[in-house]
């Protein structure tokens, strides 16, 4: 497997227009992570899945922010209109369970996307 | 709500000498624990984790750590540092129930210099 593969590697936009993030998680993994992570707030989950349905998006920080996963292996994650604040690292992970379990491995991370908001 | 800490933002270790991140957790009952290593432009990798049994777990890449219920504590620890070991590294926690993500500290930055 080619592990967790986010798209793109690098954004960099001008303030106010639409930005979307793009995620291909494991084969298999049934849970699907979106974090963001700054200097200033390390690393925040911001939405996860389970079985392509969102389970918590507390953590999304404003309604710019949305996520979607249409199906097992793809999940987009949009923020319009984007600010300079926005400006982080997003990742994408994901895993076979919830974190606990004898089957438990944690979660496998993408390589992230650095946004840039200008 | 369980949380983690790690104290130090930032640690300078010489190449060779011994390195130990410190991770203290929040949490009433058993806690099951991360180590993850982020390699400058990389994603978080799995380096070692901790659910019950022998309070001291081996890892990869010679890392190792220590479970100590007394203090609430989860240390990383290698006993010589390459200089590839330069990164950034994230203690986690998620509660026993495991109905919960994992929740990240902060994450130390360590430096190796020759």
């Known amino acids: 497997d080619a592990g967790v593969i986010q798209s793109p590697r690098h954004e960099v936009t001008e303030m106010g227009q639409e930005v979307t993030l793009r995620c291909k998680p494991i084969?298999?993994?049934?849970?699907l992570f979106w974090y963001r992570q700054t200097m200033m707030r390390g690393l925040e989950l911001l939405i996860y899945?389970?079985?392509?349905?969102?389970?918590?998006d507390s953590g999304m920080p404003e309604d710019r922010f949305s996520a979607k996963m249409p199906n097992a292996s793809f999940s987009t994650l949009k923020i319009q209109p984007s600010e300079p604040r926005d400006s982080a690292v997003y990742f994408c992970?994901?895993?076979?369970?919830?974190?606990?379990?004898?089957?438990?491995?944690?979660?496998?991370f993408g390589s992230g996307t650095r946004l840039t908001v200008v | 709500a369980q949380s983690v800490t790690q104290p130090d933002i930032h640690i300078t270790v010489s190449e060779g000498a011994s390195l130990e991140l410190r991770c203290n957790y929040s949490?009433?009952?058993?806690?099951?624990l991360f180590w993850y290593v982020q390699s400058p432009g990389q994603g978080l990798q799995l380096l070692l984790k901790y659910f019950s049994g022998d309070t001291l777990v081996q890892g990869i890449k010679g890392f190792e750590a220590e479970f100590k219920r007394s203090q609430s504590s989860f240390n990383l620890r290698k006993p010589s540092v390459h200089w590839s070991d330069a990164a950034e590294y994230f203690c986690?926690?998620?509660?026993?129930?495991?109905?919960?993500?994992?929740?990240f500290g902060k994450g130390t930055r360590l430096s190796v210099i020759a």
């Open positions: 084969s298999g993994h049934d849970y």
């Open positions: 992970a994901s895993s076979l369970t919830l974190g606990t379990g004898t089957a438990s491995y944690g979660y496998t």
């Open positions: 949490y009433g009952a058993t806690p099951y």
């Open positions: 986690a926690v998620v509660t026993y129930s495991g109905n919960t993500p994992l929740v």
């Open positions: 899945f389970n079985n392509n349905v969102p389970i918590d």
